[in-house]
């Protein structure tokens, strides 16, 4: 079953010379009970497709169904299946922790008693600090009481937009084990993220970049699916390894890749390590290292982005 179908969304901004197209012509859509993700950097368009998707803005053109309610004329029905955790820091900054929730739950006519099993993982954590306002919390602890406040009413979808931005590498962690601990109670979970390392944890994923979705599919199967050879290569430098290689043939693509750079040569080119070796050292580097390697996702972005018209 589909929890969202998405068809044909388009929306700009401004007039003119001011337009902007923030979505174009997108078209996906969501499986009951997985966990979806918008990859993509700033400006790729994913707050505008949830913020439709989530009926506070409407389209230009192009529908969609959530929960088999259509976004414009059953915008009621979807606004109380819907949690939403907007990305930027949505609460009330003068409001206690406790407060805040039960704003949120009034609000859809529930109270934080009714649903507390739901969100007690999350709250326990944050519990200690419950009449403390939510300005003076940690970033890690407002992340957790904004998804507190987003599952209050029990919603069938969960929608974050970048719900780790901002916050610490344990406790994006933690974060995403609440997401599979929410995902097992049926929880459909649609979630933005300009993170690549954060796709391998969604179920499946959308690649997007001005406006478009370049790619859908699980990131196994897309890494999978990589064409092309990619070697690591580490040598002293990464940008001195990554300029020396920006000459070697025959290569597709060289980028700097985290403390290595990534060399890509077409699967059938006539490519060798030993060639790359022979090349590094005459151009005076040592302790070369060279190794095959399988596509990330961020090796599939950045292949997208250089070869959009071959998909
Ligand atoms: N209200 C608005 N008025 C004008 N332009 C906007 C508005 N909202 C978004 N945009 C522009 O639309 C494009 C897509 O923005 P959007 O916020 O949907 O992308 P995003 O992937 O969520 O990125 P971010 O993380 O920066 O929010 C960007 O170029 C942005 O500047």
């Not at 997985?34 to 009926?55: Q, V």
């Not at 419950?130 to 969960?158: F, T, V």
């Not at 022979?278 to 399988?294: D, R, W």
Request: aromatic share 10%.
């Amino acid at each position: 079953m589909k929890s969202i179908i998405a068809n044909s969304l388009t929306k700009t901004y401004g007039k003119g010379k001011e337009k902007i197209l923030a979505v174009d012509d997108v078209s996906f859509d969501v499986n009951n009970g997985e966990i979806f993700g918008l990859i993509g950097p700033d400006g790729a368009g994913k707050t505008s497709i949830f913020r439709m998707l989530t009926t506070v803005l409407l389209p230009d053109s192009g529908s969609a169904s959530v929960e088999n309610f259509d976004m414009v004329n059953d915008y009621k029905k979807i606004r109380q299946i819907v949690g939403y955790m907007p990305g930027k820091f949505s609460l009330y900054q003068d409001l206690t922790v406790e407060e805040n929730l039960s704003f949120f739950a009034s609000v859809f006519n529930t109270s934080i008693q009714e649903n507390y099993d739901l969100i007690k993982d999350i709250y326990i954590q944050i519990e200690p600090f419950k009449d403390r306002k939510a300005g003076a919390l940690s970033g890690g602890m407002k992340q957790k009481l904004a998804l507190c406040c987003a599952l209050i009413h029990r919603p069938n979808i969960l929608f974050l937009d970048e719900p780790t931005t901002g916050v610490d590498p344990v406790s994006r962690k933690e974060f995403w084990e609440m997401l599979q601990r929410l995902k097992k109670q049926g929880i459909t979970i649609v979630v933005a993220t300009p993170y690549m390392d954060e796709a391998t944890l969604c179920d499946r994923i959308a690649l997007m970049q001005h406006g478009k979705i370049l790619s859908v599919d699980t990131p196994d199967r897309m890494s999978d699916a990589y064409p092309d050879l990619i070697f690591e290569v580490k040598a002293g430098r990464t940008s001195s390894v990554l300029r020396a290689l920006e000459n070697f043939e025959p290569k597709k693509n060289v980028y700097a890749y985290g403390e290595f750079v990534h060399l890509i040569a077409e699967s059938n080119a006539n490519f060798s390590t030993s060639s790359v070796q022979e090349y590094l050292k005459k151009s005076g580097f040592t302790n070369i290292e060279i190794n095959p390697v399988k596509a990330s996702i961020e090796d599939c972005f950045i292949r997208l982005l250089s070869h959009k018209n071959e998909y």
